[in-house]
């Protein structure tokens, strides 16, 4: 089949320019601009920076860990089955478990029992009911569940036409004739609008009868008024299901559009990528807020349920990034089972590295990243004193900008300054009246805009101190603080450094219009700066390839305007569940994991999106195989297997794997052997340091020949460069024949001994701690802000046990663990120096698979309930007699040995005195 031409993407490496960066890749020295104090040129030891450095902004700091919802999953030690045993044998296992429970007078409230993809079941528990039962020996493991919050969508206006072609996903439908058709594709989120004419619907409210042409089947496992967040005034979180999975919130639309809305996207409409597929609509969200993860499980096995071939899932729990977690075990099993799953890695760039989550860091799932259209329309407003066009996104939290009217600009600062309009910097001129251009940096959007505000503007046009475009949030931090009440907007770098020459120059004018203008994305082809970063907690190579995802226009429910702009990996996994889609229509026998192999052999990767444009290429363990490229994939002869290579620890030595080549055409094809090297990361999780690259790959030879119809194996022996320490670094093995595209193969790997990795740090607060729960507005196993909530006692203190008067440790995981686990020690009586305890009593806490905080002062209470099981095996949890105790805080290493003193972090209380009377 010959491959139809096309314009070449914007920032995407080719494979030329991959092939002659083989030998080692070639890094050009320059100067970060848009900062004025960070270099390219990297130090001796590599450093690139730091994420606060080459941003110009402070990391991310709110709490982004999902809060326990006290609910559990409990996993049971029969085969589910999707692996090989039988539903009626899980069932009867579950029915033991729980007749087991009644005797240990352990109070389960069962959510949902699972048998199809999983064993066992979720339930409502307390912390000690839970222990209660976790020695049974009908339990495998248990797992909190988890809230996961729907995305708030972004909204500017871009064209989906734009991310089509950047994917190629044009090409596929117009010259190669591919829709999708045939194929059924879940979609596991908010529900989809049947009524949307782009999604079969006759484009009328209510007018279109469930099941439909085009969503064929699905379910509402909520309700519309269902929400978990429990920080929400809305809390609702009893689900009522019903039969009818519209969609009341936009998001699932939205995706589902991505996917395959058939519109006509020259009238308006929007065109998907496989507009031939059907929908099987699986909602778990309600019209607003979270949802839980075992509802997402339960959803999983209800697509199974249906047939359907692709299920998609744009959501997921942030930081939980253990593979182990039951709804990306679950997801293998789907993927076993001979479903493709595609899910989104995440929006927790900003939060740095290992903030991946579940479902996406699943082994046999595809994990999606996102990257950033190459166009979008966006509002506008016109200066003088030509009437330029400049394209603006309105901020959150700040009045909707009018759509005429004229007011005169001002500035408050030039683009050299670092705290424009900061209260830092002083007192702002008169704005009385005008429109201030202010450049982004040092404080936050809030104080700029109220500092504005204050100073007499009539509104402040937010300008980037980085190349793109952005979209602030005015909104007050503290409830005490005023609204911001004037129209804010924000504009690129460029556009704002031409407003400020024009300022400079003399009197400008800016006129609103309610009209759009289409605007060039300067970052169009690089990651996004919300994607998450990998790897998975295993070592496993995560994302696996990205997709469009930031400033994307879709469907939304028509009592919403029918579209919508969202930004998220959200948007960037339906891509890929689209294009699998077009894959298996054009080749129907590709298993589910050949084809996850097949994508990431021809996507593209990408320029370093911190520093474009110079040489670098954005880690592996954040963009995965690169931007996909579907129409390649589609028209390829030749596979490469494993399509990553996920190569674990320095510490072990080089890394050996066997790449196998198979070619299904019809005459021998040589490849030459090379590697490209991509940025590495280390320090600490939430500010990473960014370093030059550095592994060395050795094939044995230097090219490979895979005869017609055949297939051939290939050793590469990975050797970790030196640095950085306890850093993850990566790349792409390139197969580069004579003629056409080269092949690639990510791999990633960790420098040094993961196990020394620090997990138990202080976060500023000289954690862990003990604390008093009766200050915490929420109760047992559940997150609670810092802010007061809980009263720390650094020298111990006296507790009653009763509701409400429990000891908590409260401790902050700078990265994640394979264990965390309480025991329970007499004090010592005699007040002697040294270890405050005497004989160990039981642990009474234990939690497998824990992720890492998801901020720097983020922390995770661990509560003690005064009980301690009574012997081993299943014997009831007893009360422990008034008296004093310590607690200890043990974490195991990430794939360590817990009877290794080396593997594993404590902390040991204060004196605990229970006095119950």
């Known amino acids: 089949m010959t491959r139809p031409s096309r314009a070449p993407r914007r920032r995407a490496v080719t494979r030329r320019a991959g092939l002659a960066a083989a030998a080692g890749i070639a890094l050009a020295a320059g100067t970060l601009a848009p900062l004025g104090t960070v270099s390219a040129d990297p130090t001796p030891d590599g450093y690139l920076g730091s994420a606060a450095e080459l941003t110009g902004a402070p990391t991310d700091t709110r709490e982004l860990v999902p809060s326990p919802t006290g609910s559990w999953f409990v996993e049971l030690t029969s085969d589910s089955a999707a692996e090989g045993g039988s539903r009626t044998t899980a069932r009867r296992q579950q029915d033991r478990l729980l007749a087991e429970a009644a005797t240990l007078q352990a109070d389960l409230d069962v959510r949902y029992r699972y048998d199809r993809l999983w064993n066992g079941l979720s ?141 006509d996207s020259a009238a308006g409409g929007v065109l998907g990528v496989a507009p031939g597929v059907q929908f099987g609509g699986y909602r778990v969200f309600g019209c607003g807020g979270s949802t839980t993860s075992d509802i997402i499980l339960a959803a999983l096995e209800r697509a199974h349920a249906d047939g359907m071939d692709v299920v998609n899932m744009s959501l997921g729990a942030g930081f939980v990034t253990w593979p182990e977690y039951p709804t990306a075990v679950a997801s293998d099993a789907l993927v076993d089972a001979g479903v493709v799953v595609v899910a989104s890695i995440g929006n927790n760039g900003a939060a740095g590295t290992w903030s991946a989550g579940a479902p996406g860091v699943g082994d046999k799932v595809i994990g999606v990243a996102s990257f950033d259209n190459t166009e ?29 009217g004229d007011l005169p600009l001002s500035r408050t600062g030039t683009p050299e300054a670092t705290a424009d309009a900061c209260t830092a910097t002083g007192p702002l001129p008169d704005l009385t009246g005008t429109a201030a251009l202010i450049e982004r940096g040092t404080c936050s959007f809030y104080e700029k805009a109220i500092n504005a505000q204050n100073a007499g503007a009539a509104a402040v046009v937010l300008y980037n101190n980085v190349a793109g475009a952005f979209a602030p949030t005015v909104a007050p931090t503290t409830p005490a603080d005023p609204p911001v009440t004037i129209p804010v907007v924000a504009v690129s770098q460029a556009d704002g450094v031409e407003l400020d020459s024009r300022i400079a120059a003399g009197a400008t004018t800016l006129t609103w219009t309610g009209e759009t203008t289409t605007v060039e994305n300067v970052t169009g082809g690089l990651i996004s700066s919300f994607s998450s970063y990998g790897m998975a907690a295993d070592l496993t190579l995560k994302p696996d390839l990205g997709a469009p995802g930031g400033l994307i226009r879709s469907t939304y429910p028509l009592e919403r305007d029918g579209y919508a702009v969202v ?56 963009q995965g195989a690169g931007l996909l490229d579907i129409d390649a994939a589609i028209l390829a002869d030749t596979a490469v297997t494993p399509g990553k290579l996920s190569l674990g620890e320095s510490e072990a030595g080089p890394a050996t794997r066997t790449l196998t080549l198979t070619n299904d055409g019809d005459a021998d094809v040589t490849y030459e052997l090379s590697h490209i090297d991509a940025v590495s990361t280390a320090d600490e999780p939430n500010n990473p340091g960014f370093y030059l690259g550095g592994a060395a790959v050795d094939f044995g030879a230097s090219s490979v020949t895979v005869p017609a119809g055949g297939s051939v194996t290939v050793d590469v022996t990975v050797t970790a460069p030196d640095g950085p320490a306890l850093g993850q670094y990566g790349g792409y093995v390139v197969l580069t024949p004579p003629d056409g595209e080269p092949l690639s193969v990510p791999f990633a790997g960790f420098v040094g001994d993961y196990q020394d990795l620090p997990i138990l740090t202080s976060a500023g607060f000289g954690l862990p701690a003990l604390g008093d729960v009766t200050a915490c507005d929420r109760y047992l196993g559940v997150n609670c802000t810092m802010g007061g909530q809980y009263a720390l006692l650094p020298d111990g203190g006296t507790f009653t046990m009763t509701e409400g008067d429990h000891p908590v440790i409260i401790a902050h995981l700078e990265h994640q663990a394979q264990n965390v686990s309480v025991q329970l020690f007499h004090a010592k009586d005699d007040g002697t120096a040294g270890r ?18 998801g901020a720097a002062t983020g922390f995770t209470p661990y509560v003690w309930d005064g009980t301690r099981p009574r012997g081993a095996g299943t014997d009831k949890r007893v009360d422990v007699p008034d008296g004093r105790y ?19 972090e404590t902390w040991d209380s204060p004196v605990i005195t229970v006095d119950r009377s």
């Open 836 to 853: 405050p305890y005497a004989g160990r009593l039981n642990t009474v806490l234990s939690e497998d698979f824990v992720g890492r905080s």
């Open 886 to 904: 310590v607690l200890r805080l043990t974490a195991t290493k990430p794939l360590g040995d817990p009877s290794n003193p080396d593997h594993v």
């Open 123 to 263: 339930v409502t528990a307390s912390q000690a009911d839970i222990s209660r039962i976790a020695g049974s020996r009908e339990v495998a493991a248990v797992y909190p569940v988890v809230a996961v919050q729907a995305p708030d969508p972004v909204q500017t206006e871009p064209a989906m036409d734009s991310a089509l072609g950047m994917t190629g996903a044009d090409i596929a439908q117009s010259e190669l004739g591919l829709t999708g058709d045939g194929l059924k594709v879940g979609i596991i989120d908010t529900g989809i609008d049947i009524d949307h004419p782009d999604l079969g619907g006759d484009g009328t409210a209510g007018g279109t009868a469930f099941p439909s042409d085009r969503v064929v089947a699905g379910y509402d496992f909520v309700g519309d008024d269902y929400n978990a967040d429990d920080t929400s005034a809305a809390y609702q979180p009893i689900p009522r299901p019903d039969d009818n999975p519209d969609d009341c919130n936009g998001h699932g639309s939205h995706v589902a559009g991505i996917v395959g809305a058939d519109g």
């Open 376 to 404: 979008y329309d966006a509002q506008m407003f016109t200066a003088s004193p030509d009437d330029r066009e400049f394209g603006y996104s309105p901020a959150e939290g700040a009045p909707d900008a009018p759509t005429e």
């Open 567 to 622: 930004s998220g990996t959200s948007m960037a996994s339906p891509h890929v569940a689209g294009a699998v889609a077009l894959l298996l229509e054009a080749h129907p026998s590709l298993g589910p994991e050949a084809v996850r192999d097949v994508l990431q052999n021809h996507a593209d990767p990408a320029d370093w999106s911190l520093i474009p444009d110079q040489g670098y290429i954005e880690p592996a363990h954040r």
